[in-house]
């Protein structure tokens, strides 16, 4: 007798490139390759998405999708050619939850943002005549527009002329980043006015305040903060006010699940003081906003990889959590929020620094050293951040396609 075969769905296939940025990894989509129902906003796209990385994920390791059980892997990135005046690409990202079926489209993030210049140049999205002319150069400087947050950002994305004379992306080079294993090409990244014209760089209209942290274990109820939005709303704290000397690496924090309660609670009541959430209820679905860190002066200790980083050569030490984990590195996102508050003076990143009028700092992070660049100034009683400058690295490191069961969204 033969049995009737068992319903089932098939497969689809969409164009994807896998691809390194700074010390992320995402999966880039350019948007008319997805899905038309995927192609606007909504509960499809989520859907969709979540499959492909593997979310949501009960064993938090997201085998069955693109995604490696890490904040900093389980990302998406949507491209398309840019409808904005002076503008080549638009850039839409998407933090995927590990555990929950729930995306983050509230901010950037900084890291892949060092690939999608790269990525929109071999999606086709730049104009081939600037490509071309860049080769004089070789830079191809890539105007972005990050939809999530709508700023501009600029990537000067090294290239160079093949042997067939077609301008192709460097991705290879002996540019270092702490946190990634090889070295690659160097990629310049500017954010441009990352705080609005009209918004308070301190939300609080502080630049230190006294944060109400009662009832969060720590042994006082209130430490100095730092509240600043520029590049990701970011809590900044006193190493030391939490009970941390802020050399501490991802396996004295992630493995502790009380700290890490303690630490969501802070952070929690610090949306609620930055006019984030009404209540610290609202930080269960808002896990990419608002960062916490902690800063200290520049002291020496041994980076995760084993290398020592020295306190000469250092300005300060950071630490920040990112999706409830203690990062590997430093968000790219963060990385602006210390250019921005370094730059600052009398803010708690300035005082960490050392203090003074500063244009740039290098800290300390769980894997080693960051160099940022930014200029602050005052307009009509307000703290804006006119630019914030880095180098990230970037690279392809698969282009296909993802298959995704038909019926997943």
């Given amino acids: 007798m033969t049995r009737p075969n068992p319903a089932f769905v098939p497969q689809l296939s969409v164009p994807a490139t896998y691809m390194r940025g700074g010390t992320s990894k995402g999966t880039f989509f350019k948007l008319s390759d997805l899905p038309e129902r995927c192609q606007v906003a909504g509960e499809s796209r989520d859907k969709f998405l979540l499959r492909v990385i593997g979310s949501p994920d ?134 441009i006015d990352p705080v609005d014209a009209t918004s308070d760089m301190f939300p609080t209209g502080n630049l230190v305040d006294d944060f109400d942290v009662s009832g969060c274990g720590l042994n006082t109820d209130s430490v100095k903060a730092t509240f600043i939005s520029a590049g990701i709303p970011t809590i900044f704290m006193k190493a030391e006010d939490l009970g941390f000397t802020g050399t501490e690496l991802q396996g004295d924090i992630n493995s502790n699940s009380e700290l890490l309660a303690k630490l969501e609670n802070i952070r929690a009541k610090g949306g609620v003081a930055m006019g984030l959430f009404k209540d610290v209820s609202e930080a269960q679905t808002s896990q990419h906003i608002p960062k916490i860190a902690w800063v200290g002066a520049a002291q020496s200790y041994s980076a995760s990889s084993g290398k020592s980083v020295d306190a000469d050569d250092i300005d300060l030490v950071v630490r920040a959590m990112s999706m409830g984990q203690l990062h590997h590195a430093m968000m790219g996102t963060a990385a602006v929020a210390i250019a921005a508050a370094a730059t600052t003076q009398g803010t708690l990143v300035n005082e960490a620094a050392g203090a003074g009028e500063l244009t740039e700092v290098r800290f300390g992070h769980p894997s080693g050293t960051l160099l940022v660049g930014g200029k602050t100034e005052q307009v009509d009683g307000r703290w804006q951040a006119k630019k914030v400058s880095m180098s990230r690295s970037a690279r392809r490191i698969m282009v296909g396609e993802v298959f995704v069961p038909a019926d997943a969204f």
């Fill in 58 to 191: 009960p064993y938090g390791k997201q085998i069955d999708g693109l995604g490696n059980g890490s904040s900093s892997t389980s990302k998406t990135v949507i491209l398309s050619q840019s409808d904005k005046a002076d503008h080549d690409v638009n850039y839409l990202f998407g933090q995927v939850n590990i555990a929950k079926p729930m995306i983050d489209w509230a901010g950037n993030c900084g890291n892949l943002t060092a690939a999608v210049g790269a990525c929109a140049i071999n999606m086709g999205l730049v104009d081939t005549d600037k490509i071309v002319n860049s080769a004089n150069t070789g830079i191809c400087e890539v105007r972005i527009w990050q939809q999530n947050i709508g700023k501009t950002i600029i990537a000067h994305v090294p290239v160079y002329m093949d042997a067939q004379g077609k301008v192709q992306v460097q991705e290879t080079g002996d540019f270092e980043l702490d946190g990634v294993t090889f070295p690659a090409a160097e990629v310049k990244i500017e954010f």
